[in-house]
């Protein structure tokens, strides 16, 4: 594996966690809190971004203007029965969830969330890592490459390695910081 392989699946782990941060609820309201939510459309379970145009009218309300006003009970029905924890509110034309703000206890509950995929994050670069030095460890049995060469790519491999898992501390501490503002 190349130095630019393993840089670009690393990054796609970084992505991936940051991707699951944005799952996690601020006290603010943010279009990305649905990206997980699939909603059952004609026997189908289709993500809800592409049966509906999702906004933010106000820091507190998510708006949910559906391409096809027939979907609109199934879409309330989805998220009702979701573990978000939202109500929905139909007028017949879109949806309005009113997103309230944070209590304290809840605030640490999702810093613990968003602990939690930052530890899956770390988990799968360092299975990359893994992965990489053994395939060095490999060259190095098999006579390809020196120790000396073996030695000098696996702490390559540890450096990239490192730098990756700060930045998805750095991503974490960030999404800590927006989670507990009031």
């Known amino acids: 594996m190349s130095n630019q392989e393993l840089e670009s699946s690393m990054r796609k782990s970084v992505e991936a966690a940051q991707r699951t941060f944005n799952t996690i609820r601020t006290g603010r309201a943010n279009p990305s809190l649905l990206d997980r939510l699939t909603v059952e459309y004609y026997g189908a379970d289709t993500p809800l971004k592409s049966l509906?145009?999702?906004s933010t009218p106000d820091s507190q309300t998510i708006?949910?203007?559906p391409?096809?006003?027939?979907s609109l009970p199934l879409i309330e029905k989805a998220i009702s029965t979701s573990d978000l924890g939202f109500t929905p509110n139909n007028d017949g034309k879109l949806i309005r969830i009113n997103v309230p703000p944070l209590t304290e206890e809840r605030r640490k509950e999702f810093c613990k969330l968003a602990s939690?995929?930052?530890e899956e994050g770390k988990v799968s670069l360092r299975n990359i890592?893994?992965?990489?030095i053994d395939k060095v460890k490999k060259l190095e049995k098999e006579g390809e490459i020196s120790e000396d060469q073996s030695r000098d790519q696996q702490e390559s491999i540890q450096k990239l390695t490192d730098k990756f898992?700060?930045?998805i501390e750095k991503h974490l501490s960030d999404k800590e910081a927006d989670i507990l503002k009031v």
């Open 52 to 54: 509906a145009t999702l």
């Open 129 to 132: 890592r893994r992965d990489a």
């Open 116 to 118: 939690k995929y930052a």
């Open 67 to 70: 391409f096809d006003l027939s």
């Open 165 to 167: 898992i700060t930045e």
């Open 63 to 65: 708006a949910i203007q």
